[in-house]
């Protein structure tokens, strides 16, 4: 196998920044704009070798830093399945992004071509792509729309949900009552908005959707006449089904899942956490208040529902009302496990997902916003300071473990008359950004806004 004419050439033309070791982290690499463009460079011939090395199916190069700002760039590779990439190849994706001469570079190549493409690759067919499905949306804030206009500024997910606030170019939406979807830089967060009929603005965050999914499938679920697992005995409610939420999850939320019999469990903050919690049920339901999730099914429950609609449409099981109930309850489990994206959160599947729920309920966005639970008002709040890694959590990040006795004094203010009810605050280092982070809740917006700033005293 030979290496393309030119190739080595063309690489050289653009090297890596000096005196930088590039790594690939859990979100690919991540840096300064400016430090990346000979990585953006390889990582495209590493997406054809990844590609060669799948048998020729479609490899997909996210390019964006998220939520952060425009200065910060980002590119993570994805492989066919719509998962992360294979962690061997998280190895070779530095080793490419850091070869600095042109030996480097040729050995790095062939021995990759190698890996890709053994001496005699057995013939396979591509994956045709999907056609385009149609979904009637306008879009606002484009790049088309406005030249000035960047990645996440006064727009998209993170702005949206920690803000508490409409995105730009929401200014003339007042009065009309439609619904709006706010993505992330590298659409793996969906939070929901709208304006009700007095012109207030309302947000619908991943907490919204959890609950959506939670009882649209729980309902299912019952109707389905799915029998339990195992071959004799036990109840359909047999089956383990749980939604994981993290500390930031509203407390209202909680409640009303647990007041429905729906299990909540808490993961550590960051979706690897929430998705490897999830993994544990027959059917895992997770999202973070910020819009990132998923549902995920296990595969005895996956095997059980598809053998389930089969025998329902070989008519095993009589033509009743009862049964026609079911088929409907069982078609729409196996239409959701085909629509959510499994492998990962993914905003457009968690939409399209979010669309069909609503319109098989006939509700609008007021109505889900109305119908479920009313969100507790909360307050975040990030915090600067000289040394983060003084604090540490516990497991669930719930409780303040160092340093000592705050945890303590946090305790004192929830304990105040004047938070009572509802009033609940934490404190928790970030994973992402040099700072500390306070969520406080309570009854009133005031409220909420007092105790997140009397526990960052605490915590300065
Ligand atoms: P940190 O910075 O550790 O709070 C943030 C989000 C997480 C998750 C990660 C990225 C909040 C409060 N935290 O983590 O939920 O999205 O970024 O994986 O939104
Ligand atoms: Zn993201």
């Not at 057995?122 to 499905?133: C, L, N, Q, Y």
């Not at 929401?170 to 659409?187: I, L, T, V």
């Not at 007095?198 to 009882?215: F, I, Q, R």
């Not at 473990?401 to 008359?417: F, I, K």
């Amino acid at each position: 196998q030979e290496l393309p004419p030119g190739l080595i050439a063309e690489l050289m033309a653009v090297p890596p920044p000096n005196g930088k070791k590039l790594a690939y982290g859990t979100a690919g690499f991540r840096d300064t704009a400016t430090l990346l463009d000979s990585t953006f460079q390889r990582m495209g011939v590493l997406a054809a070798l990844r590609s060669i090395a799948c048998g020729g199916q479609v490899i997909g190069l996210m390019v964006t830093a998220s939520h952060n700002a425009v200065e910060d760039n980002g590119v993570k590779m994805i492989d066919p399945a719509g998962s992360m990439l294979a962690i061997e190849w998280e190895g070779h994706a530095a080793t490419l992004a850091n070869a600095r001469t042109e030996e480097e570079l040729k050995a790095i190549l062939i021995a990759l071509l190698a890996i890709a493409a053994p001496a005699f690759p057995s013939p396979s067919t591509p994956t045709p792509p999907r056609p385009p499905a149609r979904l009637n949306v306008t879009l606002v804030n484009t790049a088309e729309e406005e030249n000035t206009l960047y990645l996440n500024d006064k727009c998209g997910a993170e702005f949206v949900q920690k803000g508490q606030q409409p995105p730009k170019g929401m200014e003339d939406e007042r009065d009309k009552g439609r619904r709006w979807a706010s993505f992330d830089g590298d659409a793996d967060r969906l939070v929901y908005h709208f304006y009700d009929q007095e012109g207030k603005w309302h947000l619908l965050d991943g907490d919204k959707m959890a609950v959506l999914a939670a009882d649209f499938l729980m309902d299912a679920l019952k109707e389905s006449g799915l029998p339990p697992p195992g071959d004799e005995g036990g109840q359909a409610g047999d089956w383990k089904v749980a939604v994981v939420q993290t500390a930031y999850a509203n407390g209202a939320s909680t409640r009303y899942l647990r007041d429905k019999g729906i299990p909540v469990v808490f993961a550590k903050t960051g979706v690897k956490y929430v998705h490897h919690e999830a993994e544990k049920y027959d059917i895992g339901i997770y999202f973070e208040a910020n819009g990132h999730g998923t549902v995920i099914f296990g595969e005895t429950m996956a095997k059980a529902i598809l053998s389930h609609k089969e025998k329902l449409e070989k008519g095993v099981v009589s033509e009743s009302e009862v049964s026609k109930k079911e088929k409907i309850a069982t078609t729409r489990l196996v239409c959701a496990q085909q629509l959510i994206n499994q492998a990962v959160g993914d905003a457009m599947s968690d939409l399209l997902f979010v669309e069909a729920v609503l319109r098989l309920k006939g509700w609008d966005i007021a109505d889900w916003h109305k119908g479920l639970y009313t969100d507790l008002p909360s307050k975040q709040l990030k915090l600067q300071v000289q040394d983060r890694t003084v604090m540490s959590c516990n497991k669930d990040e719930t409780r303040a473990m160092t340093p000592g006795g705050l945890q303590e004094a946090l305790d004192v203010l929830m304990a105040s008359s004047a938070v009572a009810p509802h009033g609940r605050v934490f404190v928790r280092p970030s994973g992402t950004e040099d700072v500390v982070r306070v969520y406080a809740e309570a009854a009133t917006p005031e409220i909420a806004a007092q105790l997140a700033l009397d526990a960052s005293k605490i915590v300065y």
